[in-house]
């Protein structure tokens, strides 16, 4: 047995095995330590001895690993004892436990006690079955830095008390956004990431989107969830359009749709019906956004007044600077760019988006389309200076340059 199978073995058991670990022992870190003290083991047995359950094996190593380490804490002995007591994890706990000690693990790994970094570490890393290393390769970060955000964030659930079990159900509600929005950070660094030589990371994307998969099975009656798989499906659809061959950035308008995957495209809207049957919410609404643009034939046959419509009601319920920079988009695709550009400068005059290189993109879109080329110029200019993506900023000197 290879590497290879050790880690795709390690990425689908890895959240049932530290869940149930942490259920066991009550402590989260030690439950994850133990965990990748069986992965690390496998690399160096399963070559030799390949196991006839390899999932199985995982959790009964793990299990031993965590019993050897109460056995070293003086002060848990007891806990041992209770804990040497169960003959097995796996085979005799309930699949329907299962579920809750996943979803546990994943309101754990969210916790509002962590920072946000450390929330999208811990959950990349515990739940995802990421290695620090490709955490740190997607957020172009060093791997001492993962290792350090994990390791704090372990170290503050367990200095904050934080119980292994699933919040009661109006809490859980309540919490349930932290989760979400930690699924879309990631999502959104792998759809757009925000600096480095690359414009996709499809990787980091499609894992978020397994995560969403995984939350929404775990959490069916909640349209939320199924509000960001659908959106998390409608954008990666695109991705196969978004890149040339040239490694450069395809907009919206010149992207080639038949190159759009379809089959993203119905899994999208199929999610975006489930959400819609309990009311929109803010992914919903973007998710019915992404439709929009998914469905369309071509840009001049998308609907853009319901664009306008659904922004405006997403600036409702989700208001935001970025929401009203892209209802302005919208306004200018529905009723030409002067009344956009009005939107956009009042942007400008509130200063609702400093130091963000999207705003002078839009305004330099809309200058350009007004034929105002010497201001369209600069704009292009100052937001390439602000982009920290290479690919994002090459083309943005470009649009400078044709203005010339």
């Not at 916790?111 to 929330?119: G, T, Y």
């Not at 929005?181 to 397994?210: K, M, N, Q, W």
């Not at 973007?286 to 071509?298: D, E």
């Amino acid at each position: 047995m290879e590497p290879a199978d050790v880690e795709a073995v390690w990425r689908i058991e890895s959240a049932r095995i530290v869940a149930a670990l942490t259920r066991y022992t009550g402590d989260f870190g030690l439950a994850e330590d133990a965990t990748q003290e069986a992965v690390a083991e496998a690399l160096v047995s399963w070559p030799r001895t390949p196991p006839a359950s390899p999932a199985g094996w995982l959790m009964a190593t793990a299990r031993r690993r965590a019993i050897d380490a109460i056995r070293r804490r003086a002060a848990l002995r007891d806990r041992y004892s209770l804990l040497a007591a169960e003959e097995v994890l796996d085979d005799e706990v309930d699949p329907d436990r299962i579920d809750d000690d996943v979803l546990a693990l994943m309101f754990i790994s969210c916790h509002p006690v962590l920072s946000p970094d450390a929330r999208v570490a811990l959950t990349l890393r515990v739940v995802g079955g990421l290695s620090t290393e490709e955490i740190a390769r997607a957020f172009l970060v060093s791997v001492p830095t993962v290792q350090a955000r994990i390791t704090r964030g372990k170290k503050t659930i367990a200095a904050a008390g934080v119980p292994f079990e699933l919040p009661a159900a109006a809490e859980r509600r309540e919490r349930l956004g932290g989760v979400l929005s930690v699924l879309y950070v990631i999502f959104t660094e792998g759809s757009t990431a925000t600096s480095g030589d690359r414009l996709v990371r499809p990787d980091v994307a499609y894992e978020a989107i397994r995560l969403a998969r995984t939350l929404a099975a775990l959490q069916p009656d909640e349209p939320e969830v199924h509000g960001l798989v659908a959106l998390c499906e409608l954008t990666a659809a695109r991705f196969p359009a978004r890149i040339g061959a040239d490694g450069e950035p395809v907009l919206l308008e010149n992207q080639d749709r038949r190159l759009w995957d379809r089959s993203a495209i119905s899994r999208g809207v199929a999610a975006l019906a489930k959400a819609s049957a309990g009311g929109l919410g803010p992914y919903g609404l973007q998710a019915a956004i992404a439709a929009a643009h998914a469905t369309a034939p071509s840009v001049e046959a998308t609907d853009w007044d319901r664009i306008v419509l659904l922004y405006e009601a997403l600036g409702r319920v989700a208001p935001s600077p970025v929401v009203e920079l892209n209802r302005a988009v919208a306004v200018a695709m529905a009723s030409g760019p002067a009344q956009a550009l009005a939107l956009v400068d009042e942007l400008v005059a509130l200063d609702r988006l400093p130091g963000s290189h999207l705003v002078p993109t839009v305004r330099g879109e809309l200058l350009a389309r007004l034929g105002r080329s010497p201001e369209a110029r600069a704009e292009f200019e100052l937001a390439a200076r602000l982009c920290a993506n290479q690919r994002e900023r090459s083309v943005l000197l470009r649009k400078a340059a044709a203005l010339g």
